[in-house]
């Protein structure tokens, strides 16, 4: 089964296109700046290699966006496919599902109603989602459209460590708690770390770490997500490319009072030029490492507090779960750089973890054990593939259905 997955933003639409069951990716590419005069369309078929598209026009709206990546897929040059019903399945990525939905949903006018009625909690994604879902399902109508969310692997996170410490009325009303994001990756790499151990997921208690841009760890007991350090959005927990992570609540107060801030500039300023920018000006790890290491002090001190900020969750994980098999380190940071992982598993014997400093060196794109041989707890590389994870659980939803 061909299955193509979408991910809709506001101005952009990535997609990738997978032959299933063998995970097989056949192409992939996206489109940027849509509604603009400069649009960009880049596409890819993976084999065999070569066949790019790069071009820039204007895009005018979603559907002309979606309408050009499937009349590419449908192209002579791609061989991809010769029929529009030969993409059997559209698998798309959902920000936020909320309580509403705790699984991978087969996409109809009510389920489309709920996602609406989540909007109010992720504004800037849902809208977007729900957008590429109607244009995908206007072009390719007999394909089953499915909607896979980041905060459904979350939904099993119990009371206690979803709630917050607020009046009642917040959750009830309002729907404040913890939902979590990044659910796909961390499900993703969980499973790969059991198929690496050649264990049952549902036997093993892990610890994910996910370091890109934006940045969560989960806390898996017996395969299920028990913890993850994104809250009600993803600015809570960890130290991100931009976002601040854990802050106490009263600063946004204080800074409106003594500075003038307003709501807006606020949910700026902690959303966007805050985390690792906000400490030293830069958001890429790449060159904080490098200025870390030349001396400078700000991107110094930004290394030290966003692992800083990990150790400290591997130790209140590793109390949640009672028991630890494995640490995962996925995503652009988590997976490229050696320097993080090592800070941030310094000092962890007392947990019965510790890092080989060569293996941690040696790592390549693949899953990569890299604890030492006197460490009981596991710790791992994984590249993470969330596209991948929206096929596989597209496919999984659709042969329950039959
Ligand atoms: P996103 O959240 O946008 O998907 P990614 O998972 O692609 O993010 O991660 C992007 C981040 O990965 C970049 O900000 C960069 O700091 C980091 N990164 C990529 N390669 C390396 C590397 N070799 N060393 C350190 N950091 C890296």
Request: charged share 25%; glycine share 8%.
């Amino acid at each position: 089964m061909k299955i193509l997955v979408v991910n809709s933003g506001s101005s952009s639409i990535k997609f990738k296109f997978f032959s299933m069951p063998e995970e097989k990716l056949l192409a992939g590419g996206s489109i940027e700046r849509i509604g603009k005069e400069d649009a960009r369309f880049r596409a890819s078929v993976t084999s065999p290699p070569g066949e790019v598209t790069d071009v820039v026009a204007k895009i005018g709206d979603h559907r002309e966006g979606l309408s050009k990546v499937i009349d590419w897929l449908l192209a002579k040059e791609t061989e991809l496919i010769d029929d529009i019903e030969e993409i059997e399945a559209v698998g798309h990525r959902v920000v936020h599902g909320a309580e509403l939905f705790q699984a991978p949903t087969l996409i109809d006018s009510k389920v489309l109603r709920g996602l609406a009625d989540c909007t109010a909690l992720a504004p800037l994604h849902n809208p977007a989602n729900i957008l590429g879902i109607e244009v995908a399902t206007g072009l390719l109508p007999k394909a089953p459209q499915v909607a896979i969310f980041d905060t459904a692997f979350h939904q099993s996170i119990p009371d206690f460590a979803y709630r917050y410490a607020v009046p009642e009325s917040f959750y009830t009303d309002y729907k404040v708690r913890r939902y979590g994001f990044h659910g796909t990756s961390h499900s993703y790499v969980a499973k790969q770390a059991a198929s690496y151990l050649d264990r049952p997921i549902d036997e093993l208690n892990l610890i994910t770490i996910h370091l890109g841009n934006g940045a969560s760890m989960a806390a898996i007991k017996n395969g299920q997500s028990v913890d993850t350090t994104m809250g009600l959005t993803p600015l809570e927990g960890l130290i991100m490319g931009t976002r601040c992570g854990d802050l106490d609540p009263a600063i946004p107060f204080y800074m409106m009072e003594e500075a003038g801030f307003d709501t807006d500039q606020i949910d700026n300023l902690l959303n966007k030029s805050s985390g690792l920018k906000g400490v030293c000006g830069f958001n890429d790890m790449r060159d904080i490492e490098t200025r870390a290491s030349q001396g400078e002090a700000a991107p110094k001190l930004a290394l030290n507090m966003f692992c800083y900020r990990v150790k400290k969750y591997i130790g209140a994980y590793a109390a949640a779960l009672g028991r630890l098999d494995a640490v995962v380190f996925t995503a652009g940071i988590g997976e490229n750089s050696a320097t993080v992982r090592e800070l941030c598993c310094e000092n962890l014997g007392i947990f019965g973890l510790e890092i080989d400093a060569q293996k941690n060196i040696d790592v390549q794109a693949k899953i990569c054990p890299i604890q030492k041989d006197t460490s009981t707890v596991k710790v791992f590389v994984i590249p993470t593939n969330e596209e991948l994870e929206i096929a596989i659980q597209t496919l999984d939803l659709l042969n329950t259905k039959d």
